[in-house]
C-alpha cells in the first residue's frame, strides 16, 4: 500500500457556523436593497398595463360608436375601497363600455322616451393599487358639472347595487359619438345627459397609485399615467413621466 504525505491527502471540510452566518447576512442585504427598486417595477408595469388598457377601451368605444352608428358611453366608477372596512374615500376603481339607446315608456300622448344603456363585454376592475385620481385639476375630464357625480344604478332600476357592484358608487362619464367627436356626461335631466365637448387641454384623466389619501397635484407620485382625449376627434394619447 503507498502513503502519501500529509500535505499531499485531499480533506475535506464543512462550512463552519460563522461562514454560514456571513453568507446569509449576505444575502439578507442583498435582499434588502433589490427589494425597493423590485417593488416600483411592479408597481410601474401593474400603472402601465392599466394605462393601455384603458387606452384600449377608449379606442374600442370610438370605434363602436362609429361602426354601429349610435352614441357608446364610457363609464368609470367611483367608490370606496372593499378591502378596507370602514373606508370612506371614494375613487375611480373600475370601468365598462356602453352602447346609448332611446326607449320609448307608455304610448299615445302619455309616451316618454329617455336614454337607456346596454353594457358592452364585462366590467374592468383596476389593478389592485392602482387608481383614477378623482382631483378635479388631474382628472378634470371626469368630473361632471361643478365636480359631480352620477348615481350608479341600472336602467331597470332598483335598489340594489349598480353597473359596478358596489352599493352607493357613482361614475363619470365621456360618450364617444357617431361622427368621432367625444363629449363629457355632465348630468342627467329628463331621462337624457347632458353633455359638453369640453377643451383639449382640460379634456384628461390621470391614473396614480392608491396611496390611501386623495390625490391631488401636492402629493402626485412621479410616476403616472395620463390619457388625453381629443373632444372633437375623439383620438387618445398618453404621458407618462417615467420613475
Known sequence: MIHFPHSERQIRKAFTLVEMLVVVAIVAMILASATPALMRTMQSTRLATTGDSIMGAVAEAKQLAYAQNVPVELRFFKYADQ?????????????????????????????VSKESVVPVGNLTKLSDGIIIAADTALSPMLNGQNGTSLDDTKSSGGNGPGYSGVSGAKYNAIRFMPDGSCRRVNA?????????????????????????????????????????????TGKARNYRPGL
Open 188 to 232: 342627467q335631466t329628463g331621462g337624457y345627459s347632458q353633455l359638453d365637448y369640453g377643451t383639449l387641454p382640460t379634456s384628461f384623466f390621470t391614473i396614480t397609485y392608491d396611496n390611501g389619501q386623495p390625490v391631488t397635484v401636492g402629493n402626485l407620485p412621479k410616476n403616472f399615467y395620463t390619457i388625453q382625449v381629443d373632444p372633437f
Open 83 to 111: 378591502d378596507f372596512t370602514g373606508s370612506t374615500l371614494q375613487l375611480f376603481r373600475s370601468y365598462q363600455v356602453f352602447k346609448i339607446v332611446t326607449v320609448t315608456q307608455g304610448a299615445g300622448a302619455s309616451a
